[in-house]
């Protein structure tokens, strides 16, 4: 299990151009490990993802449903402050680590070659409202160290992901509205800077779904460009959290859980399995579960906190006016 000990390793790293380790697994800030790295609390462990079946993330470039790059453009990167950087042609320009140093990842790893350049995701749910996993925000200085990247991803398969991010598509934290991590609950609704433009929010589902519904989580996992899971679903539900099969990572936490019926979200992917094993020749490769060996991911449930969601369209799974559009 890694000890929250290691923020100290991301200290170092942010002030390293390359990192040539294997026992880091991503980028870690102050306070906590990123989206979900092993750090834990009195009444809350909060641990990596992993792979169900054969790896469903998908780049932004190939996705071809409209609806569904909508849902990718709604969600966020979550960036240390000081992992940008102002350049001289007026954009913001991200500090990335590779996700094969990272991991010390095997060249049969899928994104071998991308790189990582942030430590959660977050979602918007109205014009200037983000939700994230409550353990994102554990660093006391969270609100005014941290910020909030859209658009972040590979858009062509020819192209790698720009590090460089206009200044309208970079967000600050004006206030977090309300958080809770541990007593079974685990999420953050933060109120940005300013309004979001050219950025349509997710709509929330407002009743809970039933086991084996289709789900959809968008993110970035090892805080890779923004990543499209399809095929995962639910395996049960308690009274606060789902537990599903999701192809999600570290860097996933906050991501939104989305029912791919209705478009609207269901829940905060906040924990799971070990991403990674190790192999025979020393490098590592993503962990598969069989249905057997893994219980599933954990995804907080969004019903739970509509009243804390100021302005958020909440549907239901009847007459939600995407429902046709499957």
């Not at 007026?90 to 590779?98: D, E, I, Q, Y």
């Not at 800077?193 to 519904?213: E, H, M, N, S, Y």
């Not at 192999?279 to 598969?288: A, D, E, F, L, R």
Request: charged share 20%; glycine share 8%.
């Amino acid at each position: 299990m890694r000890s929250c000990l290691s923020i100290l390793i991301f200290i170092f790293l942010s002030s390293c151009a390359e990192v040539q380790t294997s026992g880091l697994r991503s980028p870690i800030r102050e306070g906590l490990s990123s989206s979900g790295g092993q750090c834990t609390s009195a009444t809350h462990e909060v641990r990596p993802q992993v792979l169900y079946g054969p790896d469903g993330r998908k780049d932004a470039y190939e996705v071809s449903s409209a609806r569904e790059l909508e849902w990718l453009k709604a969600s966020a990167l979550l960036v240390e402050q000081r992992s940008l950087s102002f350049t001289d042609q007026g954009v913001f320009k991200l500090k990335s680590f590779s996700y094969k140093a990272l991991n010390n990842l095997c060249e049969s790893e899928k994104f071998v070659n991308q790189r990582s350049a942030g430590f959660c995701s977050g979602f918007l749910v109205s014009e200037d409202i983000l939700v994230t996993a409550g353990h994102c925000t554990f660093s006391p200085t969270f609100c005014e160290t941290t910020k909030f990247v859209f658009g972040y991803a590979q858009t062509a398969f020819s192209e790698t992901a720009s590090l460089e991010v206009p200044e309208d598509q970079v967000y600050s934290c004006a206030q977090i509205l309300k958080k809770q991590f541990g007593k079974g609950q685990d999420f953050a609704v933060i109120q940005l800077d300013r309004k979001v433009k050219g950025i349509t929010p997710l709509d929330v589902l407002a009743q809970p779904i039933t086991p084996r519904t289709p789900a959809t989580v968008v993110g970035y996992p090892s805080g890779l460009p923004a990543k499209l899971t399809i095929g995962g679903e639910v395996i049960s539900r308690s009274t606060t959290e789902y537990l599903m099969s999701l192809d999600t990572y570290e860097g996933s936490s906050g991501a939104a859980v989305i029912d791919h019926k209705t478009g609207g979200v269901v829940g905060i992917l906040v924990r799971g399995e070990d991403d990674f094993v190790r192999t025979p020749k020393g490098c590592y490769v993503s962990n598969q579960c069989d249905g057997k060996n893994c219980k599933g991911e954990s995804v907080f449930r969004i019903d739970q906190i509509l009243g804390e969601l100021p302005g958020a369209n909440k549907i239901n799974n009847i007459n939600s006016p995407n429902s046709c559009n499957i």
